[in-house]
């Protein structure tokens, strides 16, 4: 029999039902591969005593017959969701040793479906940043590498811990939060799938803040249907966030057939960019094929203010950004640095500036620049129009269409440290998944194929709001016919 | 045209030009966007919840109860209701701000413009108008004198509802300013959207003061934050318009500043300047949805509300015949208007009477008897040691000659005593007027017995002297005798001869 760490979480499940194997055995395997891959820098807490414990909840509960849809399946959870009693740093110094006394929505619904938490997931500091390496707790390492090189590689980012962890198998799936591609970038460089529902599917409340109009909790997985088991046992209405959707929750898994006959995929054509990737151009191709196959007619849709969607976005997150994080100021909880003698304001600035990294800080400064008295309306003012516009670009295209089929990143994973020196190329990362979250939609990457190097590609789905089947369905069809098995070979 | 208030300068008379801002803190049981409670003068950090610490990850949910209140003060202050209204963030760094940021409602408040009636002794009535009502988060107390070395953050208050009530810049003179807040103070009471309570805190304004000459336009303000009382309101406007008119005539001017009153030298002074001002940087408060009413809702609550003072005025006038000064006092708090009103019911019961012709008798004997004996006792209408059902008693015991004026006084200052029921008082201690004419005849035959030389020359035409008849019948009574009664009977039988 295969490592049980190999299995995908649907396998698992089907494994645990069948009484192949009990959650504690599966569980400690996933115990023994997370502290062997410790060089990947994934995980910045291992609970295994909590995952052992819930293990054993589940296989009282799975022996009962009342096992939940996650019963046993052990998951990696990104260090921005506030878990009771663990510690909760969203990779920041300032946060450091801050032990939450509440458990997020998200991870409680995850936690009562039966799911147990083998640890916090490294990510980028706040989630601020597409390649891991802003954390301050060291940049988390990719389990790929480029064919015949031994070169780190980023795993993408924010959600960098959480792609690496699903992509080296240390876990089933992985929880991710999507601000403007920190999921669905990660999925794509490290060779598995991922799902940004839509805004307010997933509630927000204990899930550490980067941009509030924008994060959105979803899930890694290591396919398709293991997005679709999770995404479903999170999502949900949730009165502690007044933007949380009231609005039932789909037996996603159990939607999947892969039938597009009848549905229109459209090609937006600004997101055919000059000087693309060759590899990602014929990839991208292959997936109209693939969506074809499938029964899809294949529309071509305009969504003209795409371009402007990077500027917006680098403006309406940072200026959010500025106002949520006011909060980490050495008062109540977290890192206090108060120089001797020095004054109310001395101490914030000392804690701040100790406590934040560079990103973080850059960013803080961009938001509080742009919501200044006399800049307000030539930035943020006229990025919320620019926002509504992009969301009336996809309203539009959404008549001629059922989904949307993109790229999910411009390129494959780059090397560690490659862009940390220049923002720009950095935030261009983003470029292809920033729009999505600009108007709240579903969307998902699904790994595709390979460059040239033998480094994973994705493509993006988008959909209507609330229509994650739509985008799951679209996807599981896609994948079958891609038929993307690589995986990083083990060299840690 | 009442007289204007001026501040007479050495080149002439100034006018003054006030604005407020009103902050009252909305009667709820829980905060804004907390479940925790809003009791006052709770153990410090007792009351706060994890929204209110800011902890991470935590996110605001609106307190459907405060927005009702909100309404409902908009409507009773004859304001125009938005349907559609949004809440911001107000950008500043303090200790006792936990968010870094205040919630509150910048660009679309919940209530538009309204107006509110005032009157003073010396200018009349007039009409001050309501430029806005919002919704907003209060702050937490810094205490910055437990210790030399450190200070201390009280969150109780943190999140606790506010509404900023903001007047145009209508009012003229610190009594103006007075009688506005007395107003406000009034609806927000009777209505129940305020507890109106300055001292804890719970009403408090920022004073807009300026001045100018007769007909120029708007001199610069300076706003006066966090005033607790009326008397503190129009201290500091006074002394603040006074400054700014020496400034002004030394040929200097006014900079725009926001400025604190110290009650203990009556003074207001510098707190920050303009362009040291906060650069608040309002943006939507994207963890929030816009906030939209239905014109159901609204109605909802316009049903809700109870007479307002104003319109209970004019009705006690019309209605009841009360003069206007009447009806003033009895309507000036809500504790006062009730107490009348079951005072007025249980009269006109008693008495088988329209209330219209039992009001004034009973008014007056409330403002003046209750108020009177309240006010030595120090007690509120609300903690009356007499109800109304027992006034109503011993104002029937008056109208059916049961007791006399002088002996009513008596029995009532045993009532405010004892607590007891005047009829019972009565009758258990004897105080009852004596009409038994029987009774009252022997009375008089010993009294014109004794007197003989009194009676004689009363009968020789020294008709003066009836008043010592009657004084000494009333003394032999121990002060019981009818007085009417005495009369009727004295007069016969000094007469008979």
Not at chain 1, 346 to 375: N, P, Q
Not at chain 2, 159 to 177: F, H, N, Q, T, Y
Request: one cysteine or more.
């Amino acid at each position: 029999m295969a490592a049980l760490t190999d299995l995908t979480l649907a396998q698992m499940k089907a494994g645990l039902a069948a009484k192949q194997f009990s959650a504690r055995e599966l569980v400690q395997e996933h115990i023994e591969a997370v502290e062997a891959a410790r060089v990947l820098n994934a995980w910045l807490v291992e609970t295994p005593e909590i995952a052992l414990s819930q293990a054993d909840a589940a296989d009282r509960a799975l022996a009962a017959g009342e096992a939940g849809l996650l019963a046993g399946i052990p998951l990696g959870i990104k260090d921005l969701f506030c878990t009771k009693g663990v510690e909760t740093t969203a990779s920041s110094k300032i946060l450091k040793g801050f032990k939450p006394t509440y458990e997020s929505t998200v991870t409680e619904k995850l936690f009562g479906a039966g799911a147990a938490m083998l640890g916090k997931l490294n990510l980028d500091e706040f989630a601020m940043g597409s390649s891991n390496e802003t954390s301050a707790y060291g940049p988390v390492i990719s389990p790929w590498r480029a064919n015949g090189s031994e070169q780190p590689l980023v795993p993408g980012g924010s959600s960098g811990g959480s792609s690496a962890a699903v992509a080296a198998r240390l876990c089933a799936a992985a929880t991710g939060t999507d601000t403007g591609g920190s999921i669905r970038q990660p999925a794509a460089f490290t060779g598995i799938a991922g799902i940004k529902p839509t805004y307010g599917r997933c509630s927000r409340w204990g899930v550490i803040a980067f941009a509030s109009s924008l994060d959105q909790p979803g899930v890694l997985a290591r396919d398709v249907t293991d997005c679709a088991l999770v995404l479903e046992a999170m999502s949900g209405y949730d009165p502690k966030d007044s933007t949380s959707l009231n609005a039932p929750v789909p037996h996603y898994a159990g939607g999947l057939g892969g039938d597009l006959r009848g549905k229109r995929i459209g090609i937006p054509k600004e997101y055919r960019v000059d000087g693309m990737d060759a590899d990602l151009e014929a990839l991208w191709r292959k997936g109209v094929d693939w969506a074809k196959e499938a029964g899809a007619e294949i529309v071509e849709v305009s969504l003209p203010h795409t371009r402007e969607a990077l500027p917006t976005y680098y403006i309406v997150a940072p200026a959010e950004a500025s106002s949520n994080l006011a909060r980490y100021d050495g008062v109540r909880y977290g890192l206090r640095v108060a120089p001797e003698g020095g004054s109310l304001a001395d101490m914030y600035a000392a804690t701040r500036a100790e406590g934040f990294g560079a990103e973080v800080k850059r960013r803080i400064m961009i938001g509080t620049y742009v919501l200044s008295a006399g800049y307000y309306d030539a930035y943020y003012l006229k990025a919320q129009k620019v926002r509504a516009l992009i969301s009336r670009d996809f309203a539009q295209a959404f008549e001629a269409c059922d989904l949307l089929l993109t790229p999910t990143a411009p390129t494959g994973a780059f090397g560690l440290g490659a862009k940390t020196a220049d923002p720009i190329a950095m935030y261009l990362n983003d470029v292809f998944t920033v729009p999505a979250s600009l108007a709240g939609l579903p969307a998902m990457s699904i790994p595709a194929g390979l460059t040239s190097d033998g480094l994973p590609l994705g493509l993006q789905l988008i959909g209507r709001p609330l229509d994650e089947m739509g985008v799951l369905d679209a996807a599981f069809a896609l994948e079958r016919r891609a038929g993307f098995a690589a995986a990083p070979s083990r060299w840690w | 045209m009442a007289e204007t208030y001026t501040i007479e300068g050495r080149t002439g008379p100034w006018e003054v030009v006030l604005g407020l801002e009103v902050h009252a803190q909305v009667i709820s049981k829980s905060k804004l966007f907390s479940g925790a409670s809003t009791t006052f003068g709770g153990e410090p950090n007792s009351q706060v919840s994890l929204v209110d610490a800011a902890m991470p990850g935590m996110l605001p949910v609106l307190n459907g109860e405060c927005v009702r209140q909100a309404v409902r003060t908009g409507l009773a202050l004859g304001a125009k209701i938005n349907l559609w209204s949004r809440f911001d963030r107000k950008n500043y760094f303090y200790a006792d701000l936990p968010q870094g940021y205040q919630i509150s409602q910048f660009q679309h408040p919940i209530v538009g413009e309204g107006k509110l009636e005032i009157e003073t002794e010396e200018g009349g009535p007039r009409t001050v108008g309501i430029e806005r009502i919002h919704l907003e988060q209060d702050a937490g107390k810094s205490i910055h004198d437990l210790s030399p070395s450190a200070s201390y953050v009280d969150l109780n208050r943190s999140g606790v509802a506010l509404m900023e009530i903001v007047s145009k810049p209508d009012m003229r003179s610190p009594a103006e300013a007075g009688a506005y807040v007395t107003a406000l103070r009034q609806i927000v009471r009777a209505i129940g959207s305020c507890d109106g309570n300055m001292q804890e805190g719970s009403m408090r304004a920022d004073v807009n003061v300026s001045v100018r000459k007769a007909g120029e336009p708007f001199g610069t303000r300076c706003e006066i934050k966090n005033v607790n009382s009326i008397r503190f309101i129009q201290q500091a406007i006074a002394y603040e318009a006074r400054r700014q008119v020496e400034i002004l005539e030394d040929g200097g001017s006014i900079h725009q500043e926001t400025r604190l009153f110290d009650p203990d030298r009556g003074e207001t002074r510098s707190l920050r300047s303009k362009e040291d001002a906060h650069d608040y940087r309002y943006f939507p408060e994207p963890d929030l949805l816009p906030l939209e009413l239905t014109a159901e809702f609204v109605e909802e609550c316009r049903r809700s509300l109870p007479e307002l003072p104003g319109a209970r005025r004019a009705r006690y006038e019309a209605e009841l015949g009360l003069t206007p000064y009447l009806a003033g006092v009895l309507t000036a708090d809500q504790d006062s208007a009730d107490w009348f009103e079951a005072l007025l019911a249980d009269t006109a019961k008693r008495q088988g009477k329209p209330p219209r012709d039992v009001a004034e008798r009973a008014a007056n004997w409330m403002t003046g008897e209750l108020f009177g004996a309240l006010n030595k006792l120090g007690v509120e209408v609300a903690d009356s040691p007499v109800s109304p059902a027992q006034g109503g008693e011993l104002l029937a015991l008056l109208a059916d000659g049961t007791l006399s004026g002088p002996l009513a006084k008596q029995l009532f200052e045993i009532m405010l005593e004892t607590r007891e029921d005047p009829g019972a008082i009565a009758e258990a201690r004897g105080l009852k007027q004596v009409s038994d004419t029987g009774a009252l005849e022997t009375a008089i035959a010993q009294v014109m017995a004794a007197n003989a030389d009194k009676l004689a020359e009363y009968r020789s035409g020294k008709d003066k002297l009836f008043g010592f008849f009657v004084g000494q019948v009333m003394k032999a009574s121990g002060g019981k005798a009818n007085p009417a009664v005495v009369n009727d009977l004295l007069k016969k039988a000094l007469n008979q001869a």
